[in-house]
């Protein structure tokens, strides 16, 4: 007979259980969403697969492509209405940081976590199918080592789950632990209230409640 | 012909009266931009009468990243990897457009040898986007198995742009004057083998789903687009064709290496939604045929003429060059001062942006059930829309 505390069996069952969002914008969505999700690369394999076209039903939004402008209130309006816990993962060099539309561009956004609080960031133009994964272990690994029923929204900080060059497994590994060792933790909700788009999107809301 | 299409104002400030028989309300639905249909993120307002579709207009502009205007502070070959990010499925034909254009401005001569691993790459990719339109077509209309086969073929040819190119998506691989990579020694060998096992997938493709009695029902007479309408609507590629219009740049101005093979243009009968399935399952066949004639005689020779550091600056004047990528006519518009070595204007002439607006012209007096087979036809990505 094993016995555990429950927050490390609440977290394992939410772990284990990611149902993602259908929420894709750009070319990132063919490789993050549909490519993982299709035979050969499989995310069943990681108890994800069950995608959802409802943000009701959903709670890991996989931002995958450019947030532009015109797109960042509904993205945002789109996180609210997650359940919580929510998590986000931002992939591709677009939703990291503005990726090649960094300069000289008007409209887009630069980086995801503008708009929304997120948990991992996966480097990539786009990313391939295993960084992707590797990306889900480590958010997998986070929910695991992370929030409290006590303390709801309060866990680690972001990781970037970057795969480096010519490192072992094992390694990488070792590496990622010891930056979830930290004691870096982070309040999702209070984050999330303090991102510049979340009193627009405010205003947003109201005005259209007004109308 | 003309095509009206009110603004989405107009839509909002009609009053809602519902015409029908039955005792139903009219309702403004929006789909998108969030939306398992919308294939990326396009918002489309639907007036529905019961289940009616009265009218739809689609709004774009929920991926505008502004890719014209950040491409006048490029140079040419800075401006390839941005095609390739417009509709990503058919990045290397994207690619190729911009190539094109300014290979023919600037006078520069490529040899046979790059024009024909072009030609390969592009049917290649073609195969690859129309697989992977087939798999979500099916699982549009609810058949999820199609799918899984759909992306198989995509993972398969995925393997040899890989190898040849190093990326599964963005390519970036035609480069004004050549290529960007040579093709390994294996290339041809790998392309052989892999034919005869696609010319099976397109076999199985019939097995699976063209039989099928559901599905069939689904497009069969649905979103019919006369031949006049398309044109109007300044629609191309397998849209326009399945309308029977024989309207296909690699047969009527051939260039790369068209121009040596044989190969049908395929052309639909009435322009339904079966048709623009069908069309595209027969150009399957057909890119089978281009690549099986070309891949025995791969000509040596470098795989550039011109070095890649070189300044390219185009003659003053407009400069427009069009490809047949896998959803129609691509083209470029380079405005040139003849001074600098960047673009003073740039246009991309989207295959997808013309296309879109076929839900508008053929959708009403369908029901959503159909619209989705509509929308699903038409192959849209939206980022292509959007620019």
Redesign the interface.
């Given at each position: 007979m094993a016995i555990t505390r429950l927050d490390a069996a609440i977290n394992l069952a939410r772990s284990n259980s990611l149902w993602p969002l259908m929420f894709g914008t750009k070319c990132c969505a063919i490789e993050m969403l549909m490519a993982t999700g299709a035979a050969h690369h499989d995310l069943a394999r990681f108890g994800a697969e069950v995608a959802r076209a409802s943000v009701r039903q959903a709670d890991l939004m996989v931002i995958a492509g450019a947030i532009v402008k015109k797109m960042a209130p509904r993205m945002r309006l789109l996180y609210e209405q997650m359940a919580e816990p929510r998590y986000v993962i931002a992939t591709g060099s677009c939703a990291i940081s503005g990726g090649p539309f960094m300069y000289n561009s008007y409209t887009v956004v630069r980086g995801a976590d503008e708009v929304v609080p997120v948990d991992v960031y996966v480097p990539g133009c786009p990313p391939r199918p295993e960084a992707f994964f590797w990306g889900l272990l480590t958010l997998q690994r986070m929910i695991r080592e992370g929030e409290t029923i006590r303390e709801p929204g309060v866990r680690r900080k972001p990781v970037m789950a970057a795969l480096p060059e010519d490192v072992s497994l094992h390694e990488i590994r070792a590496e990622i632990r010891a930056a979830l060792a930290n004691e870096n933790v982070i309040d999702v909700t209070q984050a999330a209230n303090q991102k510049p788009w979340a009193r627009k999107v405010r205003e947003w809301i109201q005005r259209a409640s007004l109308r | 012909m003309t095509v009206h299409v009110r603004t989405l104002d107009e839509l909002l400030h009609a009053p809602l009266e519902a015409d029908s028989e039955l005792t139903t309300q009219e309702y403004l639905v929006n789909m998108g931009?969030?939306?398992?249909i919308a294939h990326?993120?396009l918002r489309v307002v639907v007036r529905l009468d019961g289940e009616t579709v009265k009218e739809v207009i689609p709004v774009p502009?929920?991926?505008?990243?502004?890719v014209e205007?950040?491409c006048e502070?490029l140079n040419y070959r800075q401006v390839i990897?941005?095609t390739?990010?417009l509709d990503?499925?058919s990045a290397i034909m994207n690619n190729w457009a911009v190539a094109k254009t300014v290979e023919t401005a600037a006078g520069i001569e490529t040899s046979d040898r790059i024009e024909v691993i072009r030609t390969i790459m592009a049917e290649l990719q073609r195969l690859q986007s129309h697989a992977?339109w087939w798999?979500?077509t099916g699982m549009d209309l609810g058949a999820y198995t199609a799918?899984?086969y759909?992306?198989?073929e995509?993972?398969i040819i995925g393997e040899i742009f890989e190898e040849t190119i190093g990326a599964?998506?963005?390519m970036n691989y035609i480069q004004p004057g050549g290529l960007m990579y040579d093709i390994k020694p294996d290339f041809a060998a790998k392309v052989k083998k892999l034919l005869p096992y696609l010319q099976d997938c397109v076999e199985q493709y019939e097995t699976l789903l063209s039989g099928n009695v559901i599905f069939q029902e689904r497009l069969r007479n649905v979103g019919i687009v006369d031949g006049a309408r398309a044109v109007a609507l300044g629609c191309t590629g397998p849209v326009v064709r399945a309308s029977g219009v024989p309207l296909d740049l690699r047969a009527t101005e051939p260039y790369g290496a068209y121009g040596k093979v044989q190969f049908n243009v395929v052309v639909g009968s009435i322009g339904d939604c079966w048709d623009r399935y069908y069309v595209r399952l027969e150009e399957m066949r057909e890119s089978i045929r281009i690549i099986q004639q070309l891949i025995d005689g791969i000509p040596e020779g470098p795989y550039s003429t011109i070095r890649y550091n070189v300044e390219l600056t185009l003659p003053e004047g407009i400069h427009y060059g069009q490809v047949e990528t896998a959803r129609g006519a691509f083209g470029v518009l380079i405005a040139s001062d003849g001074k600098q070595e960047i673009p003073y204007r740039l246009h991309f002439r989207s295959p997808n942006f013309n296309n879109l607006w076929v839900v508008t012209a053929i959708s009403p007096g369908w029901r959503i059930a159909d619209f989705i087979s509509i929308q699903s036809s038409l192959d849209l990505v939206?980022?292509d829309i959007d620019r």
């Open positions: - | 931009p969030q939306h398992p990326g993120s502009g929920y991926v505008h990243r502004g205007k950040m502070h990897p941005y390739d990010r990503y499925l992977l798999g979500v799918f899984l759909g992306f198989r995509r993972e599964r998506l963005t939206i980022p």
